[in-house]
């Protein structure tokens, strides 16, 4: 069985390699700017991305003074990368967020791989223009916009994934077992590389994060490798419909609950069909009685991305009284959201709510 | 075991929804429409959006000629309930494709639920503002910006992916396979009932479909009734590794690939992904060597949807001689470059590849 | 007095010059693409902008139906030397236009400077980057987007404007009494070197042509000069008052109109004014009765460009029974629409309007 | 001479019409608001739209240290209106600008509207999706977006610009002359009736407004029944070319120059045209040196508002070492840019330019 031996080495000038390496991104910290508050107040009675910025923040404080509401946030874009992965970091120390269901790369991709030791880093202006990405092939750089990977540490990122499904008991497990056993990897493996982890922080206090398209990620190379390795044997799977059972379980042990998108795409429609979902096993949920949404997607195209919260009442989906798309691209808009309900303090009255312990024990008794 | 038995029904006027549902959607069909070559060859020597679009179309033309590549089209957004099935089924009939990867609601939702018998409406302009979305709830109609769906029949949709799922053999399926069976039943059932449907010309002419997000979409209702019914018995699982190995196994096979990108998301991630699985696996892959995308999404913003083409190929997934974006909502610019595929007429000289059949020898010998 | 007498010349390399400007942007000629009526025409049942795009077109071919109608074409955005002269010359051979209202670029910079025998060029991808614009600058290569104009040129089109300024009595004009003199020079030397003008067209029908921004193109360069070289003694000024004045004395003599915008920005806002502007003189103006915009703008923001024809009817500038928004980049829509009206023939029963005439007689009178 | 001396009358019931005017926007006071420099300073790192804001803020900042180079700011897009005009006037109590230029509609129909007494008011959500057009119609409510006007008000102002040119000299102004009168207005009766004024305080200080499409707001219905109430006899004009002229000696006179720009259209264009007219007229004047841009524009359209700053570098008007882009509302990104520069203090150490004596001087010589 032929299989990829020799790990990835950019074939280009190393010394030029580590100059463009060499200014990491740095993870906005909200816990210290206590200005936000101010600021985003500021922005109720004007108009435009500003009122609704603001009306999204007093929301997000509503779902969090609502304590028997559980919070979801759905992430899809390139957010960990960009900068916003102790933001959320700081959502789940602070009991501001019960589940998160993510696209990938986010969470295998850029949490996963800055747990392993390595970094995101600065691009310089010029190579957003497109113009070097020939070299950068060759020097096994990954650009995304304004920021830069080293491929070479993606691959090491890839081969630990598959190392985790390799150490499994053969099986069909749900995106969010197979994530809880990338915390458990880190933890057997001296904690992460880093001071915040999703992944680990998720871990340690039993919030689930499922991945819907969970394939489509550096993991997706790691089930690859692993499949093709056991060669028709017994083999870890990652079996999509079980995510969508175990989702679907929490809304109806936990009917109140508040959506907080960041982006659109699968995370965003995956989460609201939970309420469908629930209604097809027989249970009466309500809609999502909380949402907003920060997106730069655009309303007339109807792709998922861009589907108003509006719309998604159409689908008895989502509650209308309580919803706010704001139309912001995320680095700008989620550090006032999130750093807002931060500061107001309406988190510290409420509980962990622990629902990976709920699944898992749903699924000991089953 | 609880399960939802009683059907859904509308609580609103059942006139004013017959009434609402009158104006159904049309598929535009471009085989009818040979003036679309002459006018895309008048926008080469224009500017902006106009010579993209050309570029675009040519780039589709030199994909057909090149005998040896093998071509996928990725699909997301609403396409099929926006008017685009016929387009899609065009270009399966005439060897124009040779796999799809697509969001699960254009082949599920949307495919499949017009081949059941059921249709897509045209919504009046004055729903688009959203201020008729509470009384829509009430009558079971859901929209798609100005488009209606009748959800009493989206439920039979749904219903109808539970019933193959519980016919199958108990065992872990790639999206594929399962699509495969969605095809298998309507040809068992007396043919699709809408003149073209894409699931079921798939089926016939052994063109892979991949959904790599296939719990996101009225199939997963399906999976998740499924495998709540069968309480911990062996089932039928949608394995999403699988589905990612199978696509790679496509591309180690016929290196020589294009790809037809019509919005992102995560059939294009997914897609554009394999090049980097099948080096994974030992295999020396070529990038992908055409790609177009039609897309309204921004590049500023690093969503998945929104890398560019270039971007790609810092990544190693796609070749930069040969790749073309065009900033167009699908609806108006899709029609033009198929139709100026089709009546260039290329593809006459292709062969079908039929890389279905290639995927199940493999199975069944390993 | 110190004034620039030494031409412009550019620094660089001649022969890479040359090189850069050898493909020349061509105008898309849509009396030869009968074939864009079956397309549209096969968009009106499908979704999103394919659906606004058809009633866009149908409510052009209204416009031109209703004898009584005077259309007004609003320009804003690079049009010209994008490759859409040809379709505004012969919406005006055609009697499909009876005013334009413009950014200055795209007539004078623009129209005039193609009829003064210069033209546009297609830049190479690479180029769209920004990477090059140095060197761009040293050649003397200004840029728009992917298209090249030569500075040298655009500086000889500037100093064509002052000869005019200069030739005529000094005064108070309008916008368009200068436009219709830019016409006059065009044919006393010669016609326009070029087959199509927009200012020699409209100024042989009598059709007037308003720039209510006229400084901020090649003209103001040109009206600066003769300013400064009059040195205090009676000049030639544009009154951009005037051309508020007669543009609303025109919808008072003809009150039933039609705006047909493309991109927003002064020339859309100027135009929806006039019933407003005639309701101030006293006269009991109807709102516009048709409006159709093609624009790639966001209604978010609240920009001149982006507000909705909706929210304008607020305002009492637009009626809202037929208007029609498309989201589109204007090379791709322009000549669908334009297609479609000139293929459906209505326009072969309208009579030319000749509102300059209008305009002079007035004048002459006053 | 017929001309209209009934006021405007609202058609529709009071009562309704008092209970949507019921919430008056609110300016931003970033003076108030120093906790924004630690949240840009904590954007610096991060990647697209956040670390875009922070490089624009921090060359923001060094426009102001650079005390020789004069700030021009530009603005386009319902700015006033929004809830940005204290963000504006502080600029200039601050010496942070030393000219304006500006869309009419920010000058005249909403900053002099409000010193006339008048306010903006926050529309209920529902009313952004144009479903109730028809009333605000009847109701004499003017609608952008989310925000109302009350056009009886609106219509007091348009009388107020009359006034003031019935009562000058008749004759040719630019219109800086013209809104510098609009000042002495407000001054002359008591003040402005708000706070806080744009118009007021450039007055009081000596600072320029230019509107380049100045017809095209307000002011423009004032100067056409001004000129209609004169019928023929010498009347005082907006001499448009006079702008150019007038804002091209002020670069002529500090030619060291940066750009602040909200939004793009005309004003943008315009400013950035005065390098190449200072050229035009003899005087080797340098690119503007500075140059940020805050804009939801795309840049793939070519229009106006839309070329990147690097773009205008081949045109030889903005140097790129030190321009940067921010894709964002105005309302987000404006108090975040303006604060930092605020509270960084630079402005401290400037001394006011005071460019419109210049410019009077000049005049008065020549």
Redesign the interface.
Same mark, same amino acid.
């Given at each position: 069985m032929? *299989?990829? /031996?020799k790990p990835l080495k950019a074939k280009g000038n190393k010394a030029r390699k580590k100059q463009l390496l060499a200014?990491? &991104?740095?993870? &906005?910290?909200i816990t /210290?700017?206590?200005?936000?508050v101010?600021?985003v107040d500021? *922005? /109720?009675? *004007?108009?435009?991305?500003?009122?609704d910025?603001a009306r999204a923040a007093d929301i997000f404080d509503r779902m969090l003074k609502d304590k028997s509401c559980g919070v979801i946030l759905t992430l899809? $874009?390139?957010l960990i990368?960009?900068?916003?992965k102790k933001v959320i970091v700081d959502m789940l120390r602070n009991n501001m967020v019960d589940a998160i269901v993510s @696209?990938g790369?986010n969470i295998v991709d850029q949490d996963f791989f800055e747990a392993l030791g390595f970094r995101?880093y600065?691009a310089g202006d010029?190579f957003k223009? +497109? *113009?070097y990405? +020939?070299e950068?092939?060759e020097l096994a &750089?990954?650009?995304?916009?304004?920021?830069f990977i080293d491929?070479e540490d993606l691959?090491i990122c890839?081969e630990a994934t598959q190392k985790i499904f390799d150490s499994l008991e053969p099986g069909?497990y749900s995106s969010r077992q197979l994530i809880a056993e990338f915390g458990r990897y880190l933890e057997e493996n001296g904690g992460p590389k880093t001071d915040d982890s999703i992944i680990y922080e998720a871990f340690k206090r039993d919030i689930p994060i499922f991945c819907?398209?969970?394939?489509?990620c550096s993991a $997706?190379?790691g089930?690859?490798?692993?499949?093709?390795s056991k060669d $028709?044997d017994p083999h870890v799977?990652?079996?999509? +419909?079980?995510?969508?059972?175990e989702l @679907?379980q929490l809304k109806i042990a936990n009917p109140n609950t508040g959506i907080f998108m960041i982006?659109g795409?699968?995370p965003k429609?995956?989460t609201q069909?939970i309420v469908?979902?629930a209604?097809?096993?027989?249970?009466d949920a309500p809609m999502h009685k909380y949402a907003i949404q920060i997106t730069?997607?655009?309303?007339?195209?109807?792709?998922?991305?861009s589907?108003?919260l509006?719309?998604a009442?159409?689908? $008895?989906k989502v509650d @209308?009284a309580m919803e706010q798309m704001v139309?912001?691209?995320? @680095?700008?808009?989620v550090?006032?959201v999130v +750093?807002y309900g931060y500061h107001k303090g309406s988190w510290k009255a409420r509980k962990a709510k622990k629902w990976s312990s709920i699944l898992d024990r749903a699924l000991a008794t089953?």
């Open positions: 032929a *299989m990829n /031996k200014k990491e &991104i740095k993870h &906005i910290d /210290k700017l206590p200005g936000i101010a600021t500021s *922005m /109720k009675s *004007m108009a435009f991305s500003a009122r910025l899809a $874009g390139s990368s960009a900068g916003l @696209t790369a995101h600065i010029e223009s +497109g *113009m990405d +020939g950068l092939r &750089i990954d650009r995304i916009y304004d920021t491929e691959r890839d069909n819907p398209a969970f394939s489509d $997706g190379f089930l690859v490798h692993h499949l093709h $028709g799977a990652w079996d999509g +419909g079980k995510d969508f059972y @679907t982006g795409g699968v429609n995956f069909d469908v979902a209604e097809v096993l027989g249970h730069v997607a655009d309303v007339r195209d109807g792709a998922l991305s589907s108003t509006k719309e009442s159409s689908w $008895g @209308t139309f912001s691209e995320a @680095t700008l808009a550090p006032l +750093g089953a």
